[in-house]
């Protein structure tokens, strides 16, 4: 402050001055002096500019009876003293905004900073600034006009927020610093009246300075609103603030509401397009920090590809709890950058253009889990989001990305980047769902829209525009499913690599080529390995159990309520097949297998029940087996010749005891003893005759090829929660079989050809 506007206290006022005059009191609360050259106090009264401040003085008292008038005290001047306090209404003129409470102290009692203290030239004395909670720079002497070098008020409030003041107000105006602003080391408020009307013109300098690092108030929020911050510089800091983590629920220990971090160029024409801050907002070692309506700006030189620059909007190191909601960063080469111990970021309702990287989580230190992005826009040249977490050895878990619309920032002719990818994530236990990647459409797709090498995540609700391949997945070997469903391309939907398990399933997605004459098959519901090949397919009514050809078998496994370690309880088996439809064989594994209703072929009299070469070992009847014997279906009805009758007559001389040589190999003394021919006898008997066995239905004779083994086999086999439930093996599903042949007869027949003859 003018230190003329409190030395002369000499003159007689006049009436007719007074309304423009600053008061003085001593001690007592009595008037002591006025300043002729002081400000306005308008209907004031004595008692409200000293209860203002909350100042109590019992001397000063108001009239019995009428209004308190100050003019009844101003008759004659006295000089002033120590100890008296004065009120001005302005700084520089009358409603300014600087006006303050003062108290006259002894000189040398602080430093003059033209607003704590100031000194009074020639008098010995100092006036004291009687701050409140609110501290306005113009009660340092501040100005606003984008000319006057402001550097020396803003340092000066800021020492008195770091003492006393929970507040710093700054009024509409452009105020410029020319070098580094004093840190910030006390909770506070910095306020202006908005970001459209509070502008600090930081001159080739840092911005806000705050390291609350040593302060023991970590609980209260900081709080910056409403103002702007310029830059015509290009490497330095708009805002900077180091907390210290203090691992429990509080309010946010950091606030920026409302706030614009950008250059100085769209108010001054010669301020060049490299300008921007080199970092707009760096967070340092903090917790529960919120990020509201804030707008970052970087350099017109990011407009284009070749010219981006590696300036960063919002960088956060080591912040646990961080909120960014609702706000816009343009023209940066990383719009948002994570780093350190950063736990539980809610990155919503963002806008991020014309950036290199729109969001990148690197050097991440555990645990640094639980982060969603949502509800956001982000156009970037080579990553939308980028996630490295902690190392392909340890990945970061809980990331959720939704409801988004990620872009590929054009870039110039001129330089052509190596490759995009939409979301290039390493990350587990994750979901990425209903966003839409778009491309760039000048040139011939082959960008990635999802890069996820890793498993045990969910990827549903996805459509990508003009594109190579809409997944790029890597099966991690951890035996955990990757699961996609629901997705779109018009690209190639999935190219998928292989990793120690097959474990990535696909379902319901659509794909089409890029031509015009897409085809698109919307009603297929799918899920294929690592190997592109389908488990299952779902079409219209069928479901298709391995609709790729290979040498596996495929098997559905059943389990039952009934307590035990096996892997199945019950199980259908397919093997075999070949060229023509129906050539495979189905095995039913089970103790048994139970029918309610007919067993029926499909075609009559064209299949039999067991082969030559797989044999029931018995069948339980209440009833024997019913054979055709309708005259209808009868041809050739004769009465046996006589050379047929003295077979039959050999052959009742035929029948015979013995034991089955393989009911011997497994029963030993306890295989039973059957009745019966000998089938290469009734052959010779009836050649003895001159007949031929094989005219006959008695006789049966049937060969058959080799069979090879068909082996099943299985690799490692989890449960929903990466617990191993079976441990990779192999099984023989059907033994292999040398070519050979086998005699039959048929006892029905046999024995009515006997008895014919009897």
């Given at each position: 402050?003018?230190?003329?506007?409190?030395?002369?206290?000499?003159?007689?006022?006049?009436?007719?001055?007074?309304?423009?005059?600053?008061?003085?009191?001593?001690?007592?609360?009595n008037p002591?002096?006025?300043?002729?050259?002081?400000l306005?106090?308008?209907?004031?009264?004595?008692?409200?500019?000293?209860?203002?401040?909350g100042?109590?003085?019992?001397?000063?008292?108001?009239?019995?009876?009428?209004e308190?008038?100050?003019?009844?005290?101003?008759?004659?001047?006295?000089?002033?003293?120590?100890?008296?306090?004065?009120y001005?209404?302005?700084?520089?003129?009358?409603?300014d905004?600087?006006?303050?409470?003062?108290?006259?102290?002894?000189?040398?009692?602080?430093?003059?900073?033209?607003?704590s203290?100031?000194?009074?030239?020639?008098?010995?004395?100092?006036?004291k600034g009687?701050?409140?909670?609110?501290?306005?720079?113009?009660?340092?002497?501040?100005?606003?006009?984008?000319?006057?070098?402001?550097?020396?008020?803003?340092?000066?409030?800021i020492?008195?927020?770091?003492?006393?003041?929970?507040?710093?107000?700054?009024?509409a105006?452009?105020?410029?610093?020319?070098?580094?602003l004093?840190?910030?080391?006390?909770?506070?408020?910095?306020?202006?009246?908005?970001?459209?009307?509070?502008?600090?013109?930081?001159?080739?300098?840092?911005?806000?300075?705050?390291?609350?690092?040593?302060?023991?108030?970590?609980?209260?929020?900081?709080?910056?609103?409403?103002?702007?911050?310029?830059?015509?510089?290009?490497?330095?800091?708009g805002?900077?603030?180091?907390?210290?983590?203090?691992?429990?629920?509080?309010?946010?220990?950091?606030?920026?509401?409302?706030?614009?971090?950008?250059?100085?160029?769209?108010?001054?024409?010669?301020?060049?397009?490299?300008?921007?801050?080199?970092?707009?907002i760096?967070?340092?070692?903090?917790?529960?920090?919120?990020?509201?309506?804030?707008?970052?700006?970087?350099?017109?030189?990011?407009?284009?590809?070749?010219?981006?620059?590696?300036?960063?909007?919002?960088?956060?190191?080591?912040?646990?709890?961080?909120?960014?909601?609702?706000?816009?960063?343009?023209?940066?080469?990383?719009?948002?950058?994570?780093?350190?111990?950063?736990?539980g970021?809610?990155f919503?309702?963002?806008?991020?253009?014309?950036?290199?990287?729109?969001?990148?989580?690197?050097?991440?230190?555990?645990?640094?889990?639980?982060?969603v992005?949502?509800?956001?826009?982000?156009?970037?040249?080579?990553?939308g989001?980028?996630?490295?977490?902690?190392?392909?050895?340890?990945m970061i878990?809980?990331?959720?990305?939704?409801?988004?619309?990620?872009?590929?920032?054009?870039e110039?002719?001129?330089?052509?980047?190596?490759?995009?990818?939409?979301?290039?994530?390493?990350?587990?236990?994750?979901?990425?769902?209903?966003?839409?990647?778009?491309?760039?459409?000048?040139?011939?797709?082959?960008?990635?829209?999802?890069?996820?090498p890793?498993?045990?995540?969910?990827?549903?609700n996805?459509?990508?525009?003009?594109?190579?391949?809409?997944?790029?997945?890597?099966?991690?070997?951890?035996?955990?499913?990757?699961?996609?469903?629901?997705?779109?391309?018009?690209?190639?939907?999935?190219?998928l690599?292989?990793?120690a398990?097959?474990?990535?399933?696909?379902?319901?997605?659509v794909?089409?080529?890029?031509?015009?004459?897409?085809?698109?098959?919307?009603?297929?519901?799918?899920?294929?390995?690592?190997?592109?090949?389908?488990?299952?397919?779902?079409?219209?009514?069928r479901l298709?159990?391995?609709?790729?050809?290979?040498?596996?078998?495929?098997?559905?496994?059943?389990?039952?309520?009934?307590?035990?370690?096996?892997?199945?309880?019950?199980?259908?088996?397919s093997?075999?097949?070949g060229?023509?439809?129906?050539?495979?064989?189905?095995?039913?594994?089970?103790?048994s297998?139970?029918?309610?209703?007919?067993?029926?072929?499909?075609?009559?009299?064209?299949?039999?029940?067991?082969?030559?070469?797989?044999?029931?070992?018995?069948?339980?009847?209440?009833?024997?087996?019913?054979?055709?014997?309708?005259e209808?279906?009868?041809?050739?009805?004769?009465?046996?010749?006589?050379?047929?009758?003295?077979?039959?007559?050999?052959?009742?001389?035929l029948?015979k005891?013995?034991?089955?040589?393989?009911?011997?190999e497994?029963k030993?003394?306890d295989?039973?003893?059957?009745?019966?021919?000998?089938?290469?006898?009734?052959?010779?008997?009836?050649a003895d005759?001159?007949?031929?066995?094989?005219?006959?239905?008695?006789?049966?004779?049937d060969?058959?090829?080799?069979?090879?083994?068909?082996?099943?086999?299985w690799?490692?086999?989890?449960?929903?929660?990466?617990?191993?439930?079976?441990?990779?093996?192999?099984e023989?599903?059907?033994?292999?079989?040398?070519?050979?042949?086998?005699?039959?007869?048929?006892?029905?027949?046999?024995?009515?050809?006997?008895i014919?003859?009897m």
């Amino acid at each position: 402050m003018n230190a003329n506007k409190l030395t002369n206290f000499t003159k007689v006022l006049h009436k007719t001055d007074r309304a423009s005059e600053v008061l003085m009191f001593d001690q007592s609360g009595n008037p002591s002096s006025i300043n002729p050259g002081g400000l306005v106090i308008g209907t004031q009264t004595v008692a409200e500019a000293l209860d203002r401040r909350g100042i109590r003085f019992t001397a000063l008292r108001a009239p019995t009876s009428g209004e308190f008038d100050p003019e009844d005290y101003l008759e004659t001047s006295t000089k002033i003293q120590l100890g008296v306090f004065c009120y001005t209404l302005g700084y520089y003129s009358p409603g300014d905004g600087g006006g303050n409470d003062y108290e006259i102290v002894a000189a040398g009692t602080g430093t003059d900073d033209g607003g704590s203290f100031i000194n009074l030239s020639g008098s010995g004395l100092q006036a004291k600034g009687l701050f409140g909670a609110t501290v306005n720079v113009k009660q340092f002497g501040a100005i606003g006009d984008g000319v006057a070098d402001d550097t020396a008020p803003f340092n000066g409030a800021i020492a008195q927020i770091n003492t006393a003041s929970q507040e710093m107000f700054i009024p509409a105006g452009i105020f410029r610093i020319t070098s580094n602003l004093q840190t910030v080391t006390r909770y506070c408020s910095v306020r202006g009246d908005s970001r459209s009307v509070t502008r600090l013109l930081f001159e080739n300098c840092n911005g806000l300075n705050f390291n609350l690092s040593l302060s023991d108030t970590i609980y209260i929020s900081t709080i910056v609103e409403s103002v702007s911050l310029l830059t015509d510089g290009d490497s330095h800091t708009g805002i900077y603030f180091k907390g210290k983590q203090s691992y429990a629920p509080h309010d946010p220990a950091l606030v920026l509401r409302d706030v614009s971090i950008t250059t100085s160029a769209a108010y001054d024409s010669s301020v060049g397009d490299s300008a921007e801050w080199g970092c707009a907002i760096d967070l340092d070692d903090v917790d529960e920090v919120l990020l509201d309506n804030v707008y970052v700006c970087g350099s017109e030189l990011n407009a284009k590809f070749p010219s981006r620059t590696s300036s960063i909007g919002i960088r956060v190191s080591t912040v646990t709890g961080l909120r960014i909601s609702d706000s816009q960063i343009f023209l940066l080469g990383t719009g948002i950058d994570v780093s350190g111990q950063s736990e539980g970021g809610i990155f919503s309702g963002l806008t991020i253009v014309s950036v290199d990287v729109g969001i990148e989580f690197h050097d991440l230190i555990s645990p640094s889990n639980n982060h969603v992005i949502e509800g956001s826009h982000i156009a970037a040249y080579t990553r939308g989001v980028r996630i490295t977490g902690y190392g392909v050895s340890e990945m970061i878990t809980a990331v959720f990305i939704s409801n988004c619309f990620i872009l590929e920032r054009e870039e110039a002719t001129t330089t052509t980047k190596s490759e995009y990818v939409a979301l290039d994530i390493i990350a587990e236990r994750s979901v990425i769902s209903n966003t839409t990647i778009q491309c760039n459409t000048s040139r011939t797709p082959s960008r990635t829209a999802i890069r996820i090498p890793s498993s045990n995540n969910i990827i549903s609700n996805i459509i990508g525009l003009n594109i190579g391949s809409l997944i790029d997945a890597v099966d991690s070997g951890d035996g955990r499913f990757s699961y996609v469903s629901n997705c779109i391309a018009n690209g190639n939907l999935d190219s998928l690599t292989k990793g120690a398990t097959h474990l990535f399933v696909k379902g319901g997605n659509v794909m089409g080529s890029m031509q015009t004459t897409a085809h698109w098959n919307a009603n297929t519901f799918a899920a294929a390995d690592l190997d592109d090949k389908n488990l299952f397919e779902f079409s219209g009514r069928r479901l298709l159990l391995g609709a790729d050809r290979d040498k596996g078998s495929r098997y559905i496994d059943f389990r039952t309520l009934v307590a035990g370690t096996a892997d199945f309880d019950t199980r259908i088996l397919s093997i075999g097949g070949g060229a023509a439809t129906g050539q495979g064989s189905l095995i039913f594994y089970s103790s048994s297998s139970i029918f309610e209703g007919q067993i029926r072929p499909s075609v009559d009299s064209e299949f039999s029940t067991g082969s030559p070469s797989y044999r029931w070992s018995e069948i339980y009847s209440t009833t024997g087996t019913i054979n055709t014997s309708d005259e209808r279906e009868k041809q050739d009805i004769s009465t046996l010749d006589a050379s047929e009758a003295l077979v039959a007559k050999r052959l009742k001389s035929l029948v015979k005891k013995f034991r089955f040589r393989d009911a011997v190999e497994k029963k030993g003394a306890d295989a039973r003893i059957h009745v019966g021919v000998i089938a290469q006898e009734v052959a010779e008997a009836f050649a003895d005759e001159g007949l031929d066995a094989h005219r006959y239905g008695i006789l049966c004779y049937d060969e058959w090829g080799e069979q090879e083994e068909i082996i099943q086999s299985w690799e490692n086999e989890y449960d929903g929660n990466g617990a191993l439930t079976r441990s990779a093996g192999s099984e023989v599903v059907q033994e292999y079989r040398p070519a050979g042949n086998r005699y039959g007869v048929r006892y029905e027949e046999l024995l009515a050809f006997i008895i014919s003859a009897m």
